[in-house]
């Protein structure tokens, strides 16, 4: 059973900063790709949007709406992935998700609980 344990999360100004961990109960590069999502507040769990992405060869993809504000990293010998994010706005106000997929023998995905982030005008 693989678990994704969000941290990181809280209240901010409108231009602060704060950075997101997912801690994996084992091996992260078990998975081909590893994601953050997030999801607005009053939005379906269907409406959550794709963030930013990093693959098992350390390829790094984001959003058009968080390029240049926010970093995809992660920590192999700790299984955590993090979320740097900078210059947050309101709108970046949402339950940030992180997934995992891509492993072997197995054709799902993985979830985390998720973190708040309130930035505040």
């Known amino acids: 059973q693989v678990q994704l344990v969000e941290s990181g999360g809280g209240l901010v100004q409108a231009g602060g900063s704060l950075r997101l961990s997912c801690a994996a109960s084992?091996?992260?590069?078990?998975?081909?790709?590893m994601d953050w999502y997030r999801q607005a507040p009053g939005k379906q769990r269907e409406q959550r949007e794709l963030?930013?992405?990093?693959?098992?060869?350390?390829?790094?993809n984001y959003a058009d709406f968080v390029k240049g504000r926010f970093t995809i990293s992660r920590d192999v010998d700790k299984n955590t992935i993090y979320l740097e994010m900078t210059s947050l706005k309101p709108d970046d106000t949402a339950v940030y998700y992180c997934?995992?997929?891509?492993?072997?023998?197995?054709?799902?995905?993985?979830w985390g609980q998720g973190t708040l982030v309130t930035v505040s005008a």
């Open positions: 997934n995992a997929r891509g492993m072997a023998g197995y054709s799902g995905e993985f």
């Open positions: 084992g091996n992260i590069l078990r998975f081909s790709v």
């Open positions: 963030v930013a992405t990093i693959t098992r060869g350390d390829i790094r």
